[in-house]
């Protein structure tokens, strides 16, 4: 597994291209498309899916153009239609435009403990809601790396003051799910850089 990760659009959120034997999944496609796919050719890489964490716009902006192009899936939590369909719960009326996704996509709709395998991949679907209502992390036990959008982030946690946020009941869900897998896990965050479930344990102030 190789793992590029993409800062994009006006809040930095990271997007994730995974590129196995030369086939790519694309996590929140988030801003600025045209780098997306300029990669993606550059690297001769063909793309099978869009995994999306969650569906606040900074994370799903870039969704209706890649997936045009590619005529790609789109794996997402059933609870997060809404956002993706809803500006006013994807927050993209107040920065200026409204996102709406194409409800004409192929959208698979995930639950907490499915096990998603493509690209000879096999990713665990931890759901752990309360930074939105269907927010999910892609987790791989067998190369323990873990995707957590907005959820947990190198010494912080998502935000709640959002529609549908829950302070508690995220930083219970992180707690149960996320800081009980083995230590070494790599975390790769929604925004800012990478870190170690070890790490969070040790030094995230929500968690001491």
Request: charged share 25%; aromatic share 10%; proline share 5%.
């Amino acid at each position: 597994m190789k793992i590029f990760p993409m800062s994009l659009g006006p809040i930095q959120a990271n997007c994730y291209i995974i590129s196995e034997n030369e086939k790519a999944l694309i996590i929140d496609p988030g801003a600025e498309a045209e780098k997306i796919i300029k990669h993606l050719s550059e690297q001769d890489l063909t793309p099978a899916a869009i995994l999306l964490t969650h569906g606040h716009f900074d994370h799903i902006a870039a969704v209706n153009e890649v997936t045009k192009k590619y005529d790609l899936p789109v794996y997402a939590h059933s609870l997060e239609k809404e956002y993706f369909f809803n500006p006013k719960f994807n927050f993209s009326d107040r920065h200026g435009g409204d996102i709406v996704l194409s409800e004409a996509f192929d959208y698979h709709w995930l639950e907490c403990g499915d096990m998603l395998e493509l690209i000879g991949l096999t990713f665990k679907i931890i759901h752990v809601p309360g930074h939105s209502l269907g927010s999910i992390c892609f987790y791989d036990e067998e190369r323990k790396v873990i995707f957590t959008g907005d959820t947990l982030f190198r010494g912080s946690i998502g935000r709640t003051d959002f529609l549908n946020g829950n302070m508690e009941q995220l930083h219970a869900m992180i707690s149960k799910k996320i800081l009980t897998l083995p230590e070494d896990t790599v975390v790769y965050p929604g925004h800012g850089v990478a870190t170690t479930i070890e790490d969070e344990k040790l030094m995230n102030p929500f968690f001491r």
